[in-house]
């Protein structure tokens, strides 16, 4: 499992991103992030989730992509 720490509102955005793109994987790792997401108090600064290795390296990097968000070197 990954940890990634992103703003509510970002995270918020790639479950939007996922949605949109509609596949059925992609709207399963949509309903885990908001799952996640939902632990968490939209006014928080910072949020971490933890990521499978499936949805980190099918449904983060594409939404984080698709939204123009720079991929730092770690990932």
Known sequence: MRTIALPW???RAIIVALCT??????LDHANSLERQLDQHPPGQTVVSLYLTDDV???SFN???V???LPLS???
């Open 21 to 26: 793109r509609g596949l059925p994987y992609m």
């Open 9 to 11: 509102e970002t995270w």
């Open 62 to 64: 594409w939404a984080r």
């Open 73 to 75: 070197a770690e990932e």
């Open 56 to 58: 980190y390296l099918r």
């Open 66 to 68: 698709g939204l123009g």
